[in-house]
């Protein structure tokens, strides 16, 4: 019995950081309730801002709202979704998405969050063949105040050059600080003359 306990407590502290997290989501939605219950707006959303950042670290590294665009983003959020996978030999091909679950430092000293992403891509053919790509296309990261969870991501690329046919535009996200990728697929054709 005591032997139980043990592994039990042993694997209570290996396993401890999702509890703590999710103490510190309650504890920073308690605070924004009190917040709003005492009609404080500040401290209302700076604990939302907190459940936020404590709920991140159990999230798995992926990618939410990917969409094909009819143009160029202007921001978070901000964007018109492309009604067809179909483009023309040599019209660009514009991704957005939002990356969530990456690795964020935070340096309470200064009062800083830190992340760093780098992301590449494949052109695959119908086949299963590389046919372009390129590596280390995109390196986002930066040091700010605000918890970086709206954080939108924006990739053009030149289908110039393809026959026309199907293809998968494969996106490789990389979390540099935990080293950990995720791939967004996106099938894709191209039209003939």
């Not at 604990?47 to 992926?62: E, G, I, Q, V």
């Not at 430092?105 to 119908?126: C, I, M, P, Q, T």
């Not at 494969?170 to 935990?178: N, P, Q």
């Amino acid at each position: 019995m005591k032997r139980l306990i043990l592994c039990i407590t042993l694997i209570c502290c290996l396993v401890g950081s999702p509890a703590r997290a999710d103490r510190e989501f309650e504890q920073s939605l308690d605070r924004a309730r009190m917040g709003l219950k005492n009609n404080d707006p500040a401290k209302t959303l700076q604990a939302l801002k907190d459940a936020t950042a404590a709920a991140w670290a159990s999230f798995p590294f992926t990618a939410l709202n990917v969409h094909l665009t009819a143009a160029a983003p202007t921001g978070y959020g901000r964007y018109v979704k492309r009604v067809d996978n179909v483009y023309q030999p040599g019209e660009p091909l514009i991704i957005y998405m939002e990356p969530v679950g990456f690795k964020v430092v935070h340096d309470k000293e200064k009062g800083l969050y830190r992340y760093r992403l780098s992301a590449d891509f494949n052109l695959v053919d119908a086949w299963g063949r590389v046919v372009g790509g390129r590596r280390s296309f995109g390196r986002f990261g930066e040091e700010t105040h605000q918890f970086p969870d709206r954080f939108p991501l924006t990739f053009t690329i030149s289908l110039a050059g393809l026959p026309p046919g199907r293809y998968k535009v494969e996106t490789i996200l990389r979390d540099v600080i935990a080293q950990k990728s995720y791939t967004v697929i996106t099938p894709v054709k191209i039209q003939g003359h």
